[in-house]
Structures are given as structure tokens and as C-alpha cells.
């Protein structure tokens, strides 16, 4: 049967903006070739994995993976910000990079279909991991 009014519309498209491009140096053509390819990657993982998922809440769950991975890079990229700064280099790249991590997770809350579930896997994870907040 087509045209399944049921199945639900699970459309995921991610990019490299166009600030984070602009904030790369002129020389910067490799890195914003390197983001780009990082991006399809993540963008060609999150749609098979969602698209293999039963349910909004189970394809939520492999973008909290997802966003939980962008997390940690970003922190290693805004970790590397201060140490190339007190060796005297650029750290540009990983500001880029860092931005382009934190734009990823904004991308994927922009998707209503997957917001709301989102912030639902979150928040159980944060019980099932034992954090209760008011309790000491």
C-alpha cells in the first residue's frame, strides 16, 4: 500500500552552515572539505539508524546517542581553544569545530518530529542513571 498515512514522516537533513564555513580561514578549503564529509557521515548514520528504528522513541534514542558523541567532541575542541592559545597558535579550527558540533545538536532539535522525544530520552536517562534531582 502507499501513501501509509501512518508511518511516520522521519525526514533528517543535517549541514555545515554557512557561519561556521565563513569563520575558517581563507586556507581553511581542506577543513570545510573535512566538515562537510564528517557531517554526511553523521547525517548518513543518524538515517539509517532512525530509518531501521521501530518507533520515535527508539529513533530518538540513537539521536540522543548521537548528540551525547557531538557533546564530548565539543568539548574536546573547546578544551584544545585555551591550550593553542598559551602556545601562541590559532585556535580557530577548533573553535570552527567546536561550533560546528554545537550547530549539529541545534539542527537535530529543529526536527519537531524528534524534539519533543528527544528531550524525553534525555530526561530518562538522567533518572535510569540514578541523578534525582533534591535528593542528597
Known sequence: MTGDSTEPDRELSLGVPKGVLDSLPEDGANA???MKTAVAGIEASLREAIESADSDAEAASDAVDAIEHLEAKMETYDEFVPELR????SPIYAIAWRNLYAELIAQLYEHEWL???IDRERNYRLVEDGIRFGDR
Open 32 to 34: 570545510a572539505a573535512d
Open 86 to 89: 598559551a602556545w601562541g597558535q
Open 115 to 117: 524534539a519533543a522525544n
